[in-house]
């Protein structure tokens, strides 16, 4: 069993819907990296949380430590939000990632 | 700033032939990651400097596989010899802050590597 496990694999929405990616992890962290990999392949990071909740424009991560389980949200979906999200988790020094969800959003 | 860069952002290259990637890191962040996408395997750590020393290398795949950080400006990571099985995207990312805790965390746009 992976260390992070993220679902869906796969995500097809219309434009405007509301999305969530939830990521799930076995191991104990200090801090959850969620990523989003875009179709040329650049890696932006988006979050790093430790506790409770972060908003930046239309995404919304949140994280519950004694449940192991992390949500990112989307509002609005546009189609340039298309891309891998990737949930990534710190433990002591290394980084375990997630398989990653493939996010696309059709106008 | 001009973020991670890094370079070549593609390599292609002969099995057996020695790789050299580079990678400058944002100015003033102390930590410095080198990763590996493939498709099979997805995103993996292969070592990680803070303050340009190696804290973690257990991800570096086998001793043909080297890295280096001389200053806090510039790090390698270096095959040799190559094999087909390297092929993959080489990203960079640099960060303030230590261990798990980081700060600022960028990647650069990465290196795709056939080694063919």
């Known amino acids: 069993k992976n260390e992070v496990e993220q679902s869906p694999q796969n995500l097809t929405a219309q434009e405007g819907e509301f999305i969530t990616i939830n990521c799930s992890y076995s191991v104990g962290i200090s801090a959850l990296h969620w990523l989003q990999q875009h179709p040329g392949g650049g890696i932006v990071s988006l979050f790093m949380l430790s506790s409770g909740k972060k908003k930046h424009g239309r995404l919304i991560a949140t994280i519950n430590i004694q449940e192991k389980h992390s949500s990112l949200h989307i509002t609005a979906s546009h189609p340039r939000d298309s891309a891998v999200y990737i949930c990534?988790?710190?433990?002591?020094?290394?980084?375990?990632f997630g398989a990653g969800t493939r996010l696309t959003v059709k106008p | 700033d001009a973020g991670v860069i890094q370079s070549p952002r593609h390599e292609v290259t002969e099995m057996g032939q020695e790789v050299t990637l580079r990678c400058k890191p944002i100015?003033?962040?102390?930590?410095l990651f080198w990763y590996r996408q493939t498709m099979m395997r997805g995103l993996e750590l292969l070592i990680y400097?803070?303050?340009?020393?190696?804290?973690?290398d257990s991800g570096m795949p086998e001793d043909r596989f080297s890295a280096k950080m001389p200053n806090a400006s510039f790090s390698t990571l270096k095959i040799q010899p190559s094999e087909p099985r390297d092929s993959a995207v080489y990203f960079c990312a640099s960060s303030s802050g230590t261990g798990d805790m980081l700060y600022g965390y960028t990647f650069g746009s990465g290196t795709r590597l056939t080694v063919v």
């Open positions: 990534a988790v710190g433990v002591n020094n290394d980084m375990r």
């Open positions: 100015s003033g962040h102390n930590s």
């Open positions: 400097f803070n303050n340009n020393v190696p804290i973690d």
